[in-house]
């Protein structure tokens, strides 16, 4: 229950909004900023003092990039294995969950349980070294389907721990009227678990898309050219002799305006996995 | 694996299976705050014993993809890290790797280069928790109000949360620039002298901190706004019944219902600030020098700018015994968190 | 349950197949390859067998960059003259080398043309990863090497051999505003101690900063440039580090001074970020490659570029000027080195230099070019390329060490410059930390 407001003198409201407005601002600029540099004109970009308002927007940023067929490819590729791992983590994870929710005691459950909290807790690079190594013996190096596969395994710890609570909120009773109507495990599972459990699953599957849209460190060690995401792409940027932001800049916001709708949008739900998920994850 | 994972055979009874349903329901989807995992059958009679093995048998085999996920693609390479670290293999020497013993950990874990870079992991970290939770805190407690537009400003403080670090790194960066960027801008014109920020260490340190907290920031006010939400209203009124200040409200009563929820917030943070990559990668490549050198960044250009593998795996596996007790401090918080 | 057991069986196959799929589509061309490498001739008996090559297609390996965009706009036209399709890889730099590295170490025969920096020459070289080109290029009328001069003839030589052509010719330059000098009177420096003065006397001024460099990440472009001006060097020839050295401590406080002299940024600068300052904002001169030209003279990006001039690098004791640019070569394990070759001789010998350089590429320093007046109207650089015959041409050392040397060297040198340490004292330790550095690297 929120505190309710009579106590509040006019000048403490304004000075709680004030303090929000400030705070609110300094957290969107950074954003605010780089959409709209990927408007504006070379020239406008390193104008000081900075052209904040009132420049003559430009989309000559976005066509240059979406004339680039590098960049379709590279918007496909973060597309595709966003996709692909966040199906394959959403299968491989629900089973998992639904068996930590509902069996307290199994064989390898305590194994399973620190290994899963290893794989989040250890720095990426410690996994990355060796993989490489081991991936580049065996010629895998550079290929989307590996990738996928470890952007999938990276992001169970997180998926399981997400919609475990979705399937211990599922009555046990529903499951068992299934049972006495003659429903085998797998039909109990398919038609009654799982469809109640959708929402929490299709939670899940945004929050591990958002992670997997943002993967870094897997795929600039373990990618390729072919394989090359928006965040790979992006970082580019950083080395190429570039002497221009606007693209750049343009090539960001492409990552992060869909994050920062989607956070706007979906948030109540956002709010309510993450919380939940953020406390084991 | 294989003989616990045989197949449990015929359909389950139905009565039996009922009764042992109804003991509990599980923590409820809607709450906010920390669930419980387990316990559901822990008092059930023995002469129920058998759900509990059937339960156990299914759990094993759908348990069973996951390891298969695990273990070439988590396992292996740990172990296959293990092996390099007593070897010297280096990409682009031309002799074959051969063993040398414990002289990776010599030369590159017992070295200033990587006490210095666990120094700057946990400065970083320490100055962000410094930054983000007294921040985190006073912004969730102001988001507890209620008030016209509450909505509007939490939303706007949750939207860097998840954002690409590695775009919003790189628009800190030209943000960041000595001559070009807004920042040093600003400053001059509220009449202070600008800030070399990724060119001088300390200011490279904070600049850092700043980007990597910015981010965490969203996260902390979600949890504790999450937290502050499922708490009972009934003994802070009490309080103030009693004539307690607002203050004092916060501190013996808000704040001690708040510790799991805190506890847990801070073990992610801790987990996720050691992990620190992306931003500094971007920002700063871990300079100017070794100023912003995090274990991360220490690891990743040992192994792909030197092309010391050998090296690098060394370091990887002090960095994996680091990673270990934290298991313990989850359980312990996860404990605490499920009995509150 | 079945059912279960069954979709449990289904996802693990599926997880299972996304390896075998994956494994697949790599080893179709691995065997291919080292089938093919096997039977690929060695460099001496190779020198006629350009003109009896054939081959469908060719797989280049090239690093995001003016010149490989530059090149990649002409293989249309190399297709059409060869008949040869070429596919095309593409790796940022950051990871590029240790990943074409590892591909020919394992003999994969994934590439028949490879980019690589210079700095990469001597790992490539040292891991037999790139194949002896030397016969073909001294026999081939279209690379024409009589063309280029012969202070830059090796650049691509590893012991003598040679590994790779030269793809951009990237000296160290002097780069001022003519606007700024005009005003104070200036003329562009010859010697370092006439650059130092020029940056005070415009620092002074207040119409700019005085100068550009980079001290940041990149710090040892600038530094190595200088210790060489100075006399010094970074090594001697049992590979212990001389970087304490008298000479060296004149150059490292030269550069040091240097700092009253430049912009805030200057500090952290990468070595795009001194670019970007120096045409972004007023600096009076800089020091920089010459390869960057493409980007400081393009009014689009750069909004002094109308006042900007060049001139040669200023001399110290010795007149040595630091010399940049990307190498390619033909990897080892190449199933088509002949065609490989094809590929070099079209994109880098005489006939197409123009076009090359035309297509954006920073210049390859051919006389053909660097003496075109129509050209050097139109590329003010270009006659810098022509570096005089008493200069020494030093290119970044060719050890293999060279990343970690790199690293260590400007994680002090990053001490000295902010002050945290002095100038001897700092040289000091980064002699003791090259030691272990230098001893690693294979004899």
Redesign the interface.
């Known amino acids: 229950m929120a505190r309710r407001a009579g106590g509040r003198s006019p000048l403490g409201s304004i000075g709680l909004y004030a303090v929000l407005t400030v705070t609110s601002a300094v957290m969107l600029f950074p954003i605010f900023w780089t959409v709209s540099t990927s408007i504006k004109d070379r020239v406008d970009t390193f104008r000081l003092p900075p052209v904040i308002v009132g420049f003559t927007p430009t989309w000559k940023n976005y066509s240059q990039l979406f004339e680039d067929p590098t960049f379709i490819r590279v918007m496909a590729n973060t597309i595709i294995v966003t996709a692909g791992s966040t199906i394959v983590a959403l299968l491989i994870g629900s089973l998992a969950a639904y068996a930590l929710a509902r069996a307290p005691r199994f064989r390898g459950r305590r194994p399973l349980e620190v290994s899963l909290i290893l794989l989040r807790a250890m720095p990426g690079v410690v996994l990355v070294v060796p993989l490489y190594d081991v991936l580049a013996g065996v010629g895998l190096l550079g290929k989307m389907p590996m990738l996928i596969v470890l952007y999938a395994m990276v992001n169970l710890p997180f998926a399981i721990w997400i919609m475990t609570p979705y399937f211990q909120g599922i009555p046990m009773e529903l499951e068992e009227a299934a049972v006495i109507d003659g429903a085998s495990g797998a039909q109990v599972f398919r038609t009654v678990v799982f469809p109640l459990a959708l929402p929490g699953v299709v939670a899940t599957g945004l929050f591990v898309g958002l992670l997997a849209w943002n993967e870094f460190l897997l795929p600039v060690v373990l990618g390729s050219e072919a394989t090359k995401t928006l965040p790979v792409f992006i970082s580019g940027f950083v080395s190429a002799r570039t002497l221009d932001w606007g693209p750049l800049a343009a090539a960001s916001s492409l990552a992060i305006v869909p994050i920062a709708l989607l956070t706007v949008v979906m948030q109540g739900r956002l709010v309510r996995g993450l919380s939940q998920g953020a406390v084991k994850g | 694996?294989t003989a616990?994972g045989a197949?449990?055979?015929g359909?389950?009874s139905?009565g039996s299976?009922?009764s042992?349903?109804?003991v509990s329901?599980?923590?409820?989807?809607?709450s906010?705050?920390?669930?419980?995992?387990?316990?559901?059958?822990?008092g059930a009679p023995p002469a129920r014993n058998w759900i509990?093995e059937r339960?156990?048998?299914?759990?094993?085999?759908?348990?069973?993809?996951?390891?298969?996920?695990?273990v070439?693609?988590?396992?292996?390479?740990?172990g296959?890290?293990i092996y390099?670290s007593f070897y010297d293999?280096?990409?682009?020497?031309?002799?074959e790797p051969s063993f040398v013993g414990l002289d990776n950990y010599r030369?590159d874990v017992l070295s200033p280069v990587f006490g210095e870079a666990l120094v700057v992991t946990l400065l970083i970290l320490a100055l962000g928790l410094a930054l983000q939770f007294p921040l985190g805190m006073a912004?969730a407690l102001?988001?507890?109000?209620?008030?016209r537009?509450?909505?509007?400003?939490?939303?706007?403080?949750?939207?860097?949360?998840?954002?690409?670090?590695?775009?919003?790194g790189?628009?800190?960066?030209?943000?960041y620039?000595?001559?070009?960027g807004?920042i040093?801008?600003w400053l001059g014109v509220l009449g202070l002298p600008?800030v070399?920020?990724?060119?001088?260490?300390w200011p490279?340190l904070f600049a850092v901190t700043f980007v990597d907290s910015?981010q965490a920031?969203?996260?902390v006010v979600?949890?504790l706004t999450?937290g502050l939400?499922s708490l009972p209203?009934s003994p802070e009124e009490a309080a103030r019944v009693d004539g307690a200040s607002g203050w004092q409200v916060f501190r013996h009563v808000t704040l001690p219902a708040l510790m799991p929820?805190i506890l847990?917030?801070l073990m992610?943070r801790v987990?996720d600030g050691?992990?620190i990559?992306?931003v500094v990668?971007?920002l700063?490549?871990g300079?100017?020098?070794?100023?912003t050198q995090t274990?991360?960044m220490l690891?990743?250009?040992v192994?792909?700018?030197?092309?010391?593998?050998s090296r690098?795996?060394a370091i990887?596996?002090v960095?994996?015994l680091i990673?270990?007790p934290?298991?313990f401090l989850?359980r312990r918080v996860?404990t605490l968190?499920e009995r509150s | 349950m079945t059912m279960t057991r069954r979709s449990i069986a289904a996802i693990a196959g599926l997880a299972v197949a996304g390896l075998a799929l994956a494994a697949c589509s790599s080893s179709s061309t691995s065997t291919s390859g080292s089938a093919a490498a096997e039977s690929a001739p060695a460099g001496s008996s190779a020198a006629s067998a350009p003109a009896e090559a054939t081959c469908e297609a060719i797989n280049v390996f090239l690093i995001p960059s003016p010149s490989a965009d530059a090149m990649k706009a002409m293989i249309p036209a190399f297709t059409e003259a060869t008949g040869i399709n070429v596919n095309v890889s593409e790796v940022e730099y950051g990871t590029a080398h240790q990943k074409a590295l590892l591909s020919i170490q394992s003999k994969q025969g994934a590439f028949d043309v490879v980019q690589f920096d210079n700095t990469f020459l001597a790992a490539f070289a040292k891991a037999g990863a790139l194949t002896d080109i030397g016969d073909w290029a001294a026999n081939s009328a279209e690379y024409d090497i009589s063309d280029i001069p012969p202070s830059l003839q090796n650049y691509g030589d590893f012991d003598g051999t040679k590994y790779g052509l030269m793809l951009s010719t990237e000296p160290f330059i002097q780069w001022y505003r003519q606007d700024i000098y005009d005003k104070l009177g200036l003329k562009p420096a010859t010697t370092w101690d006439e650059y130092k003065a020029n940056a005070e006397a415009i620092q002074k001024s207040g119409e700019a900063a005085g100068q550009m460099m980079g001290f940041g990440p990149n710090t040892t472009w600038w530094w190595m440039q200088l210790v060489w001006s100075f006399g010094g060097a970074l090594y001697d020839s049992d590979f212990k580090p001389t970087v304490n050295t008298p000479e060296a401590a004149a150059a490292t406080e030269y550069y040091k001074s240097l700092l009253a002299s430049s912009p805030s940024g200057a500090l952290g600068a990468t070595g795009d970020d001194v670019t970007l300052q120096f045409v972004g904002s007023d600096i009076g001169q800089m020091v920089q490659y010459s390869g960057y030209a493409a980007g400081v003279f393009d009014p689009t990006s750069s909004k002094n570029a109308a006042s900007i001039a060049v001139a040669p690098l200023p001399a110290g004791k010795v007149n040595a000027v630091e010399l940049a640019g990307w190498n390619i070569g033909i990897p080892s394990d190449s199933p088509n080195p002949q065609c490989g070759w094809k590929f070099l001789e079209y994109m880098l010998g005489k006939s197409n230099a123009k076009t090359l350089l035309e297509n954006g590429a920073a210049a390859i320093g051919r006389i053909s070019i660097i003496d075109d007046p129509a050209l050097q109207a139109k590329y003010p650089y270009l006659k810098l390329l022509n570096i005089s015959p008493d200069a020494v041409v030093n290119t970044y050392p060719q050890i293999v060490v060279w990343p970690e040397f790199d690293k260590v060297a400007s994680d002090n040198l990053a001490k000295i410059l902010s002050g945290e340490v002095p100038v001897q004292e700092g040289l000091d330790a980064m002699q003791s930390a090259l030691e272990p550095v230098l001893a690693k690297e294979p004899k």
């Open positions: 694996m616990e197949p449990a055979s359909a389950p139905a299976v009922s042992a349903g109804s329901s599980a923590g409820s989807v809607s906010a705050g920390p669930v419980a995992s387990n316990g559901r059958l822990a509990a339960r156990a048998r299914s759990a094993v085999l759908l348990t069973l993809p996951t390891w298969v996920f695990l070439p693609m988590f396992f292996l390479p740990l296959v890290g390099l293999k280096t990409l682009g020497f031309p002799m030369t912004l102001l988001l507890h109000q209620q008030m537009g509450r909505g509007v400003f939490r939303t706007a403080i949750l939207v860097p949360m998840l954002l690409t670090p590695v775009a919003v790189l628009m800190w960066r030209f943000m620039n000595p001559e070009l807004i040093n801008w600008g070399d920020w990724l060119g001088a260490p490279a910015w920031l969203s996260l979600l949890m999450a939400a209203t929820v847990v917030t992610i987990i050691f992990k990559f992306d990668f971007i700063t490549r300079g100017p020098g070794t100023a274990v991360s690891d990743y250009n192994a792909f700018t030197f092309l010391a593998t690098a795996s990887g596996v960095l994996m990673t270990l934290i298991y989850w996860s968190a």
